[in-house]
T-cell receptor, first 110, second 115 residues
Framework: SQKIEQNSEALNIQEGKTATLTCNYTNYSPAYLQWYRQDPGRGPVFLLLIRENEKEKRKERLKVTFDTTLKQSLFHITASQPADSATYLCAPGSARQLTFGSGTQLTVLP | EAGVAQSPRYKIIEKRQSVAFWCNPISGHATLYWYQQILGQGPKLLIQFQNNGVVDDSQLPKDRFSAERLKGVDSTLKIQPAKLEDSAVYLC?????????????FGSGTQLSVL
C-alpha cells in the first residue's frame, strides 16, 4: 500500500538558518506533489506544487525539489523566521487523488 | 474572496449519538472534499464530490458516515452512531474543478470529541 513518510521528529532550527523538510513515499508514482502549511486549530494552506517533470520549484523563500528516482521531495525554507513555525504537510498526488503525509512540526527559535 | 466556511467549530457528544457538520465551499468551486484528521496525523480523505456527484468515497465508513451535497454547493457530513475513534477534526476543502494537481482550499474544521 502507499506509504508517505515525513521527518519522524519535530524540527527545531535557529532563526536565519535554512530549514529542510523531507518527504519520502513508497509503492507510489505520483504525477505531482503539493506542500501545505498547517497552524494549530486551522486547516492546511497550500504553499507549492511541483510536477513529476520538474526538478525544482521556488516561491520567495521556499524551494521544493522532486526526485522521482529517489521517491523523495525536499522542502526548504531559507532565512527562516519564527513566523515560519508550523506543521508542514506533503501530499503526493495522481489524477484526482491526493494523499497527505502526517507532517513535520517546525519550530524556528528566535 | 470568502474562504471555505464550516460549522460548528467544536462539538462534544457521547458515543452512539449522532452529529452533523456543515460546509459551504468557495463560490464557483465544483469540487468539495471532506477529510478526517486525527491528532498527530495528516488529513485522510473521506469523500470527494464533483458538483453534486460522488467521485471517491472509498474510505468513508458507510455503515455510520454519510454525506450529501445538495445542488452542488453546500455539503453536510453526518455520523450516526458515533464511536470513540471518531474523535478528530473534520476538514472541508474545495477546489475549482477537481483536475489533478489543483490546490485545495481548506476550512478551519470542526473538532469533534466523542466521550
Amino acid at each position: 500500500s502507499q506509504k508517505i513518510e515525513q521527518n519522524s521528529e519535530a524540527l527545531n532550527i535557529q532563526e536565519g538558518k535554512t530549514a529542510t523538510l523531507t518527504c519520502n513515499y513508497t509503492n507510489y508514482s505520483p504525477a505531482y506533489l503539493q506542500w501545505y502549511r498547517q497552524d494549530p486549530g486551522r486547516g492546511p494552506v497550500f504553499l507549492l506544487l511541483i510536477r513529476e517533470n520538474e526538478k525544482e520549484k521556488r516561491k520567495e523563500r521556499l524551494k521544493v525539489t522532486f526526485d522521482t528516482t529517489l521517491k523523495q521531495s525536499l522542502f526548504h525554507i531559507t532565512a527562516s523566521q519564527p513566523a515560519d513555525s508550523a506543521t508542514y504537510l506533503c501530499a503526493p498526488g495522481s489524477a484526482r487523488q491526493l494523499t497527505f503525509g502526517s507532517g513535520t512540526q517546525l519550530t524556528v527559535l528566535p | 474572496e470568502a474562504g471555505v466556511a464550516q460549522s460548528p467549530r467544536y462539538k462534544i457528544i457521547e458515543k452512539r449519538q449522532s452529529v452533523a457538520f456543515w460546509c459551504n465551499p468557495i463560490s464557483g468551486h465544483a469540487t468539495l472534499y471532506w477529510y478526517q484528521q486525527i491528532l498527530g496525523q495528516g488529513p485522510k480523505l473521506l469523500i470527494q464530490f464533483q458538483n453534486n456527484g460522488v467521485v471517491d468515497d472509498s474510505q468513508l465508513p458507510k455503515d455510520r458516515f454519510s454525506a450529501e451535497r445538495l445542488k452542488g454547493v453546500d455539503s453536510t457530513l453526518k455520523i450516526q452512531p458515533a464511536k470513540l475513534e471518531d474523535s478528530a477534526v473534520y476538514l472541508c476543502a474545495s477546489s475549482m474543478g477537481g483536475v489533478g494537481g489543483e490546490k485545495l482550499f481548506f476550512g478551519s474544521g470542526t473538532q469533534l470529541s466523542v466521550l
